[in-house]
C-alpha cells in the first residue's frame, strides 16, 4: 500500500511496515493499542522502598486508584503546602517523608481524571493513603511525528507536533472518533478510532511508519484528462476541473507531468517536485486534424529536423540523409487518421526506421523498423514494431513479420502506410522489379492505446543505420 492515489489516507502505510507490524498480535489489525489502567484490589500490597531518616518522621505512601502517573501535594492543617511527587506511571504510587503526629490533607490530580482528595493524621513509621480518581476523558498518544504536523478530532483541530515529534491529548472525549493527521510534506492520515471509553490511553506505535513524504498536487484543467507522472496515471480531472493527490517522494526529484484527453492536444511538462503543496493550471488545445503535406527535401523547412540530418544532391535531386537515433518530426503537424507515402535506400544495408503518432515532445510514439539485408542488430529482412513511451527505450510489441521482397543497398523502395484508429498499415514496393508485399497490420490494444491516437511523423535510427528519404508524402484520411 503506497503510492498514493486520490484523497491518501491510512492506506499510505508502507507494505513492508505493515507486514511487519502483522507478526505483533497488537497491531494485527489496527495502528494502535487501547490500554486501560489497572484496577487496584482492595486488599493489594503496598511495598515501600524509603526509610525515615529521623525518629520524629515516617515515610506515608500515596496510592493511586486506577494505577496511573499523576501529580501528588501535601498540604498542612493550616493548608500550606509542604511537599509534592510525581505518581509512578507503572505503580502509580508516590511516597513522602512526613513529620509524625500531624493532620495532613493529600491532593492528587491526573489529566483525563476528576481530583481526589483524602486526610490522615499521620502517627506510624509508615502508613498508606488510598486515593480514587475517576476517569472523565481518554487520552491519545501519537509519537513518532514530524515537527508541524496537525492533529485532529473529528476534523476539528486540536493540537501541533512539536521537535521531539510526540503529542499527547488527555481531554478526548469518551466515545467513537476519527483521527486526522495533516502535514504540508506528509500523506494526510485519518483513521476511525472505534469506541473509546474514560481512562483508556489509546497509543499509536510510531507514525514514522505510516506518514511518508510526499508532493501534494493540485492540477486544473478541462473535466475528464487524465493525469500522469513518468507515465504512471495519478488520476482524472473531476466535474468541477479539479483534481487533488499525494505523489511519494523522499527528496527533491525532476518529473515529467502529462495531462491527456481524447480529442485534445496533450499537454506535457518536466518539473522538479518536492514534498510539499504545488499547483498546476493546465490548457488543453483541441486537435485538428492538419492538412497534408509533400516534401522533395530541397531543404529541412517542413522538419524538427536533428543535426546529424543531411541534405545532399543526387544528379538533380536531392534528398534526405538519415543518421542518429535523435528523432526527427515534422513540424506543427498533427494527424489522426493518415496516409503516408515515401521512397527510402538502404544505403549501408542496415535497415530504415520512422516513427507514427509522435507527441509534440517527440518522446513518445510508435515506432517500425524495416531490417536490411545487412543488420547486424535484427534479424535481416524482418518488419519489427515498437512502442517508445516518455523517452525510454523501444519496447518491441508485435512478432516481427518477415519481408518477402528482396531487400539490398542499390534499390529504391516506396512506403505505403495508413493509421486509422488503432491499426496501422504498411506494404513495401521494390521499385526496381516491381515486388511488392504487405508487411502486416498490427493494431494496438494495449491500456496505453488512448495517447496514441493523434501525433505526427518522424525518422531516426533505431540500430545505427544510415538511409535516404525522397518523395515524402502524407494525408489525412477524413472520417466518413
Known sequence: MNALKLSVTASCL??????CLMHNPAYA????????????????????????????????????DPVISGKVEIFDARGKIIDQGEADAKTGQVEFELRRGQNYVIKAASPGYTKAEGKKFFANRQDVVRLR?????????????PAGAQIYIDDKLKAEAKQNGQVLIDNLEPGRHTLLVKHPEYNDYRVALGSIEAGNEVSFFPLSSILVKVAKITIEGPPGGMVMIDGAVQG????????AFDYQLAQASERTITVELIGYQPWSSRVTLVPGPRNFAVRLDPIVTSTGVSDFFDNLSLWNAP???????????????????????????????????FTVWLTDGRGATWALKADKTGRSYYLFHLAGPGSTTHT????????????????????????LARLNTTTSYTINLSAQGYTIKHSIISNDTAESDDLGIWTDTSVTKDRFMYGTFGLRSLAGEVFIVDDFNIEPIQPQ
Do not use: H
Open 14 to 19: 508502507p507494505l513492508i511496515a505493515l507486514l
Open 29 to 64: 489489525q489496527r495502528e494502535y493499542t487501547v490500554v486501560k489502567p489497572r484496577e487496584r484490589a482492595v486488599n493489594e500490597r503496598v511495598d515501600t522502598s524509603k526509610r525515615a531518616t529521623k525518629a520524629t518522621t515516617g515515610i506515608l505512601v500515596v496510592v493511586l
Open 133 to 145: 480518581l475517576n476517569a472523565q476523558f481518554a487520552r491519545l498518544l501519537l509519537p513518532g511525528m
Open 236 to 243: 482524472r480531472i473531476g466535474s468541477d476541473g479539479k483534481v
Open 307 to 341: 543535426t546529424s540530418w543531411v541534405v545532399s544532391t543526387e544528379g538533380r535531386n536531392k534528398r534526405l540523409t538519415v543518421r542518429g537515433e535523435q528523432i526527427g518530426t515534422l513540424k506543427e503537424k498533427t494527424y489522426q487518421d493518415f496516409q503516408a507515402v
Open 380 to 403: 535481416p529482412n524482418r518488419f519489427y514494431t515498437y512502442l517508445v513511451k516518455d523517452g525510454g527505450a523501444p519496447v518491441e510489441v508485435s512478432t516481427p513479420a518477415p519481408v
